[in-house]
């Protein structure tokens, strides 16, 4: 149990659908991420919350759309998404005031578009 | 901004014999460096990290990390592999502000075989 929980984890949809993932972390942390991971590609940022607020969107195409309700929930809307979008995704969450602290990962969702 | 790089994309070993897998990085600011380990469909975890003080850093099963300031380096290290130890290894920076997100480099596959 790595305190953060990701569902589904696995998940196939068709380019006409609309999902979302889920990221719950149980570590009273304030700060949250979601990561892409390609194969054959590095780890790519997505999203940055701080105090759920947005504070970073590394240029992410507007089909997939995050929300953070809380500092302990994380979401990540998905539509009309395309084939290229099959990954690994990573939500990942750390203390915010403390650059010197790791992130802690959840097992990811492994996403298949279709 | 600050980047990292894994010089080496595969590491293949002999189960027993040493490995040193290596990560160089860039930064104009103070930085934290972290080593991450994934596990075939598994999030990440971390292995070890360096803030401060001693420059060499021991983590969990067994791997220790030097830091070299001079070279801009943190190479990771293990005396002797298990065949468990095949995996995918992460190198990532965190420049030292807070709110900022984990950057890491393109992973580095270790396969360990008997």
């Known amino acids: 149990e790595t305190g953060v929980t990701q569902t589904p984890r696995h998940l196939v949809m068709g380019m006409t659908n609309k999902k979302s993932l889920k990221c719950e972390q149980h570590?009273?942390?304030?700060?949250m991420y979601w990561y892409k991971q390609s194969a054959k590609k590095p780890l790519e940022l997505m999203f940055v919350?701080?105090?759920?607020?947005?504070?970073e969107n590394n240029s992410v195409p507007s089909r997939f759309s995050p929300e953070c309700p809380n500092s302990s929930h994380l979401f990540l809307h998905l539509h009309t998404l395309q084939p290229e979008d099959s990954a690994l995704y990573l939500c990942?969450?750390?203390?915010?005031?403390?650059?010197?602290?790791?992130?802690?990962f959840g097992q990811g969702t492994r996403l298949t578009v279709v | 901004a600050q980047s990292v790089t894994q010089l080496d994309s595969q590491v293949p070993v002999f189960e027993e014999a040493p490995v040193e897998l290596r990560c160089n990085y860039s930064?104009?600011?103070?930085?934290?460096l972290f080593w991450y380990v994934q596990y075939p469909n598994q999030g990440l975890q971390l292995l070890l990290k360096?803030?401060?003080?001693?420059?060499l850093v021991k983590g969990i099963n067994g791997f220790e990390a030097e830091f070299n300031k001079s070279q801009t380096s943190f190479h990771l290290r293990k005396p002797s592999v298990h065949i468990s130890d095949t995996a995918e290894y992460f190198c990532?920076?965190?420049?030292?502000?807070?709110?900022?997100?984990?950057?890491f480099g393109k992973g580095t596959t270790l396969s360990v075989s008997s």
């Open positions: 360096y803030l401060s003080g001693s420059t």
């Open positions: 919350y701080n105090f759920k607020e947005q504070t």
């Open positions: 570590l009273g942390h304030n700060a």
């Open positions: 990942a969450s750390s203390n915010r005031n403390n650059a010197n602290t790791e992130a802690f």
């Open positions: 930064s104009s600011v103070s930085v934290y």
């Open positions: 990532a920076v965190r420049i030292d502000q807070a709110g900022t997100a984990l950057i």
